[in-house]
């Protein structure tokens, strides 16, 4: 199977779905996917996944950004969940990255007791760092001390610990002279 390929297969589950036929459309994907996994060989399979992933998150390409981060359909996350877990244990970069932003911002149905922000950590502490990574990685920071500032002054919803953390962390990637580039204007 070719890129081409898979994104006409991609495109077909889409047309199928926006159609009001969400059943066929996960049936159709069902078999497309387990196609994919049977007749590509790994190597070719990684190298169109690879640029699947580049194009949607990257790029974003075939995904509706007023929408984003609407999730991939569950068959598709799940072949992709299998490629980028392997690409992450051999901490290569942007798959940390692309893990996190698929699976990163919400419960994992893959991986239920992990972290879902592994990755996004592992990300921002690798070589090969991008700005998107770091922004992501400083986002995640603010929305700690988002979610810990929501009850305040009645009560406290994180520990001073998980504050202080976020707090260093923020500060860390974003220096005040540089956090007009990370959207923030503080």
């Not at 075939?62 to 359909?73: E, H, I, Q, S, V």
């Not at 700005?131 to 992501?136: D, E, F, I, S, W």
């Not at 990685?137 to 603010?142: C, T």
Request: net charge negative; aromatic share 18%; hydrophobic share 35%.
């Amino acid at each position: 199977m070719t890129y081409e390929e898979f994104i006409e297969g991609y495109k077909e589950y889409l047309k199928i779905a926006e159609s009001g036929l969400k059943k066929q459309a996960n049936k159709f994907l069902f078999g497309f996917v387990e196609e994919f996994g049977k007749l590509v060989p790994k190597g070719e399979a990684d190298d169109i996944l690879f640029r699947f992933c580049r194009e949607y998150f990257d790029e974003g390409i075939f995904r509706d950004d007023k929408n984003y981060p609407l999730r991939l359909p569950f068959q598709l996350s799940g072949l992709l969940f299998e490629y980028l877990s392997r690409e992450c244990d051999m901490n290569k970069m942007p798959q940390l990255r692309w893990k996190y932003e698929l699976f990163g911002w919400y419960y994992d149905p893959f991986e239920p007791n992990t972290d879902p922000v592994d990755p996004l950590k592992r990300a921002y502490e690798h070589p090969e760092r991008d700005l998107k990574t770091a922004v992501l990685y400083f986002n995640e920071q603010m929305h700690i001390l988002e979610f810990g500032a929501h009850h305040f002054p009645d009560g406290c919803c994180i520990e001073k610990t998980a504050y202080e953390k976020a707090v260093f962390a923020a500060e860390k990637i974003a220096p005040a002279r540089y956090r007009k580039h990370l959207g923030t204007g503080a």
